[in-house]
Every structure is written in C-alpha cells, then in structure tokens.
C-alpha cells in the first residue's frame, strides 16, 4: 500500500498550485481521501475531504472557496487545487487513505480515523 504525495514547492502569494496523491496497492474507489497539513511548531490539521464512492467533498473554513479537492480514479489519483495562497498556508502537505465505516459524522477530521498516509509534500508560500 502506497501514497505518494507530490507537487510541493515555492509558491508567491496569490498564486495557485495543485498537489496530487497517487494510490497503489489498495482498491482505490474503496478509500475515502484526506489531506491535512502541519506547519512548523504547530499540530496537523484536517484540509480538505473526498469520499469514496459519493464524491462528497469537504473543506476546512481555511480554506473553503481557495482549494478544491477532486479524483480522478482512472489514474488512482486524487488532487488538491491551491489557489490564492497565503503565507499562512505554508505547511508539509500529506494525504490520507481510509476504508473503513464510521459513525461519526465529521470522523474525516480526525486523523487518527485514516489507514494510509503519505510522506508529505511541502508547500512554501511567500509574501
């Protein structure tokens, strides 16, 4: 089972960026995705939300109108589309795989509810 997260880099603020999560290894329409991200000093917080088979989508109040989670399974691939970065979302990206069912109706934000992370990808918007 892998996730490889990619698409990181320097990035002035304003500008866009898409970062990709490629799967392998597992039945990839079974999984729902998360990205979450973690700043220097500071915890990893939930991003951004795509479930497995409905598609739903969910966003941190962060970043809701800016971003935009979407996969395209074809490739086993799911992306986050960055757009009018802030200095403040500077942060290794990583993303999240999980498969199982569960009850609560927000359990997307909690990352210790995900199977599979990746290694992360950093992303460093400048000011």
């Known amino acids: 089972v892998q996730l490889q997260a990619s698409g990181g880099g320097l990035v002035q603020a304003g500008g866009s960026t898409r970062l990709s999560c490629a799967a392998s290894?597992?039945?990839?329409?079974?999984?729902?995705i998360g990205w979450f991200r973690q700043a220097p000093g500071k915890e990893r917080e939930w991003v951004s939300f795509?479930?497995?088979?409905?598609?739903?989508?969910y966003y941190a109040d962060s970043v809701k109108g800016r971003f935009t989670i979407s996969r395209d399974k074809a490739k086993n691939t799911v992306y986050l589309q960055m757009n009018s970065l802030k200095p403040e979302d500077t942060a290794v990206y990583y993303c999240?795989?999980?498969?199982?069912?569960?009850?609560?109706?927000?359990?997307?934000?909690?990352?210790?509810?995900?199977?599979?992370w990746g290694q992360g990808t950093l992303v460093t918007v400048s000011s």
């Open positions: 999240a795989a999980d498969g199982s069912y569960h009850a609560s109706p927000r359990w997307y934000q909690d990352k210790d509810d995900y199977d599979y």
């Open positions: 795509i479930s497995s088979r409905e598609g739903k989508t």
């Open positions: 290894g597992f039945n990839f329409d079974d999984y729902s």
